[in-house]
């Protein structure tokens, strides 16, 4: 079935540091990934959607300059946390769909950030 | 009124009862439902789709209400495994392939 890595798992930084988070899909191609983030007890919130070679569409309220994303491949997209600050902090989850058949959408393992 | 509605909860329900989640979607267009279960601190993971005629596996049914806009599941002998948060995820009309989550229904299994 479809399986979509993401690393890392977990990750402790200082504020003013950035950090990049991977998401792999691994055995089909995905030309779309969404991230989301989910803070304690609360819904997942999309973040935005990355779009294989082009740029990636973000939802409102979250600023493109500070979340960088990168989808260079159909396997591959990546979120960079620029400049993290504490409310940073958070669980981010990445995930794709594989179109080729009937899965739903499959997650990554997410990514819990805590910025010191 | 919010794109996916559910009941916070939790519901604490003995092992063995029978247990139902109601969800609302307020786009009538919406095509795709699915109920996700995820474990704390863990990623959501498909439990299964939502189709027209209803579906069931195993222990869970799912159904469709397209009139009252609502999806519902049922899980029937509940195990202790069985704890977790429910979410009830609708497709984003015409919005991509882009789907929308509801807050979640947190069930705990007592023994």
């Known amino acids: 079935g479809a399986v979509v890595s993401q690393h890392p798992s977990w990750v402790i930084c200082k504020s003013g540091t950035s950090v990049k988070i991977e998401c792999r899909s691994l055995d089909f191609q995905a030309t779309t990934m969404f991230w989301y983030r989910q803070f304690p007890k609360q819904s997942l919130m999309l973040m935005a959607t990355s779009n294989e070679g082009s740029k990636a569409t973000y939802e409102q309220g979250v600023e493109k300059d500070k979340f960088l994303i990168n989808h260079a491949s159909l396997t591959l997209s990546t979120l960079t946390v620029t400049s993290a600050h504490p409310e940073d902090s958070s669980f981010y989850i990445c995930s794709a769909r594989d179109q080729g058949s009937w899965v739903g959408y499959t997650f990554g393992s997410g990514t819990r950030l805590t910025v010191v | 009124r919010k794109e996916v509605e559910q009941d916070p909860g939790p519901f604490n329900v003995p092992e063995g009862a029978t247990v139902a989640f109601n969800c609302t979607y307020s786009?009538?267009?919406?095509?795709?439902f699915f109920w996700y279960r995820q474990d704390c601190r863990k990623e959501p993971k498909l439990l299964m789709s939502?189709?027209?005629s209803g579906n069931e596996d195993g222990r869970f049914t799912a159904q469709l209400n397209r009139a009252s806009q609502y999806i519902s599941l049922l899980i029937r002998d509940s195990k202790l495994s069985d704890s977790a948060t429910y979410l009830c995820?609708?497709?984003?009309?015409?919005?991509?392939?882009?789907?929308?989550f509801g807050k979640g229904t947190r069930l705990h299994i007592l023994p």
């Open positions: 786009n009538s267009a919406s095509q795709s």
């Open positions: 939502v189709y027209s």
């Open positions: 995820v609708v497709n984003a009309v015409g919005r991509d392939d882009k789907i929308i």
